[in-house]
């Protein structure tokens, strides 16, 4: 018994499944973002390694049934997210062009086309970042690879023996800079550095969740005066909670001024690279040292798709090359091996999805689709702040709004245990998803607006239901 299937059985299942796919496609403007809290199962699976074959279609059938019938769907266009995007259905398509020819991406000799397309779309993000000069990147499984690589990049770079003899032949400690409100994937890269986790100092933000830039000097100067060796800031284009912007410009002349590699966390605000309208936002993303961008947040992309660009393009082979006998070299060629530029070896073709996308709908799709989302946030903070009950927690800057209960005399663990219920209620239909998080040390509510197909209407049903459970849980 083989893998192989006959051209007959090939084309039905196929067929089938796009039948699956554009079925649900078709639901999700209205489709429920999960089941209702009473029916939801997180028991684990129990069934027995299959030893023998079963009929495909009936298998693929179920899958698609249980899948879709029990899931929880990020699609949705009642999702108001984490960063996860309805996916564009061209990027659909590319990922099954990309499993079924499964270019080896780690090697240009055996990817030839397809290491081209990963480093033109790696291109067309550079240049929409503002680069002029030379610039490099690659594509990662996400936001958390492209940053831990940036950290080690920023390491090599200032401390070239890292590379071969390790951080423990450094003769002080190296650290880093973020804001408190940076995502957590810079802990876990500092960590995995060998750095330890404390090498990542936290700077406070100010009033409109940025990085405190007096504070962030402060804390330079304490850790060169104290024998520390300070090597990077890391901004953040989005923060995950707020999706607030740190001030990039400031950020990259007090880089300049303590000759610290300046890297920008973009995984989410990068996307607005491709809006003409709101690129201000990035003012001074062109100044980095390097980005990283994921589109399998803002740019409608599904998993896995991140991406990591800088203007030291060297820097990524001094970081990540190795020498090895059987890796076939592609004769007298201008672009790396990828294996040689990135911390991943074997790797899967990220970046077919973006390209094909931008190849179809055009950069201004995406132009289209970030204004109409930034309308969308701006239009539901304005009724969060008329609405009586709420107050925004935060400023809105990309299509994130926070957004707190009106404490009214209550103490902040009150409204933190308010919000608790109010997600409860809001959510336990299934019809739609926000989430609680903290936005500078307080409880606060969120949504944001990520799919493609979220539209006023969905907006107006969740206002609705946030009215409906604010007054129920008083
Ligand atoms: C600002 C930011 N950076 C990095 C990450 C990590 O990205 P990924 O989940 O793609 O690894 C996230 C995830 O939400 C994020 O919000």
Sequence with gaps: MTFDF????????????????????????????????????????????????????????DACRELIDKGFHVPAANYFGLMNPTPAYMAVLAEALVAALNPQLASLARSQLASRIEAETVRWLGERVGWEGDFSGTFTSGGNEANFSALAVALAWHFPEVVENGVASLSAPPVCYASAEAHHSLDKSVGLLGLGRHALRRIPI????????????????????????????????????????????????????YHLWLHVDAAY??????????????????????????????????????ALLTTHPNMLEQTFAVATPYMPRARSSPLPDNFQISAQWSRRMNSLKLWLTLRVHGRQAYEELLDRQMRLAQSFAGWITESGRFELAAPQVLPIVTFRLRANGHSEDEVSTAHTRLLERVTAGGQRWISGTHVAGRSVLRMMIISYLTEERHLQALEEALLEAAGKIE
């Design 6 to 61: 006959d051209a007959e059985t090939r084309r039905a299942l196929g067929y089938r499944l796009i039948d699956w796919i554009d079925e649900y496609f078709s639901s999700l403007p209205g489709r429920p973002v999960q089941l209702p809290l009473e029916e939801r199962s997180f028991a684990p699976l129990t069934g027995r390694l299959p030893e023998v074959a079963e009929d495909a279609a009936s298998v693929l059938d």
């Design 206 to 257: 100010d009033g409109r969740i940025q990085l405190d830039l007096d504070r962030l000097e402060q804390a330079i100067q304490r850790d060169f005066s104290a024998g520390y060796r300070p090597f990077a800031i890391v901004a953040t284009a989005g923060t995950t909670s707020a999706g607030a912007i740190d001030d990039l410009s400031g950020l990259a002349a007090m880089a300049r001024r």
């Design 269 to 306: 605000g990068g996307a607005m690279i491709f809006s003409n309208r709101h690129r201000e936002l990035l003012r001074g993303l062109e100044l980095s040292d390097s980005v990283t961008i994921d589109p399998h947040k803002g740019l409608a992309m599904p998993f896995a798709a991140g």
